[in-house]
């Protein structure tokens, strides 16, 4: 569909109003600057951001908290989190079994997933260095990063994999990480295009873009929906068009 300019003004007009640093004070983008001191590594704001990206679901009340309570005890443990991943003494210390850490998910299954960040972390220096090379090794498709992503982590049930659905909290870490002069967003991959990521598919960006009619009411949240509702927004964010999940989430929040 082709943008009205009213409504590419009034997306614009959101973007401005919410992204701004304090949108990160109750959202799960506070982690992204955990490790906000210079003698911290990149390795650290990564690690701690991609944790950060794969809890971040339900409710905020619930999962910030957990979120916490793990950099909290790799600090104490390790002094930071890429640290503490990568000693595994340390990380014997964390809990196991089948009890549960966060709603589905449980400790034996967050063990896992720090498995495969400290095996990341091994082999390179940091998230960022990993997966360009891997990214690049990949294919052609410009827009692949977040199967790269999925493709790390082979047993962790953490990251999210399928491959026809919106895979929300992947896109959320990809904007993090590439979007660039941002007050909230870190712009740390430098390599990869803002202009090829896809809008993370929140329940809050799928109801305005529904309302706004930007998507129809029965669009299912999937790659494709994701890929049709960025596809749309470029029209307003050329080049950027993730800038529009700042006006859609924000709205929908607010």
Request: net charge negative.
């Amino acid at each position: 569909m082709t943008i009205s300019d009213d409504l590419k003004q009034t997306l614009i007009s959101l973007a401005d109003r919410y992204e701004v640093s304090s949108f990160c004070d109750q959202d799960p983008s506070q982690f992204l600057r955990w490790y906000r001191e210079p003698e911290f590594e990149r390795a650290d704001v990564e690690a701690a951001s991609f944790l950060a990206a794969m809890l971040a679901f339900g409710s905020r009340k619930q999962f910030i908290p957990k979120i916490r309570s793990v950099l909290e005890m790799a600090d104490a443990s390790c002094g930071s989190f890429s640290k503490w991943l990568k000693n595994r003494a340390f990380r014997k210390d964390f809990p196991q079994g089948e009890q549960k850490f966060y709603r589905f998910y449980s400790y034996d299954d967050l063990q896992i997933f720090f498995e495969e960040m400290a095996d990341i972390l091994q082999d390179s220096q940091n998230f960022g260095d990993f997966f360009e090379e891997k990214w690049k090794l990949s294919s052609s498709d410009s827009q692949n990063l977040h199967s790269v992503v999925a493709a790390a982590f082979p047993r962790s049930k953490i990251v999210p994999k399928g491959k026809t659905s919106a895979n929300k909290r992947i896109h959320m870490f990809l904007r993090w990480m590439v979007r660039q002069n941002s007050p909230v967003d870190l712009g740390l991959w430098t390599w990869y295009s803002p202009a090829n990521l896809l809008i993370p598919l929140d329940v809050h960006v799928m109801q305005e873009a529904v309302r706004l009619g930007l998507l129809p009411s029965n669009a299912p949240a999937s790659h494709r929906t994701a890929l049709l509702l960025t596809e749309e927004l470029a029209q307003v964010f050329p080049g950027d068009p993730c800038r529009a999940d700042f006006s859609l989430f924000g709205l929908g929040v607010s």
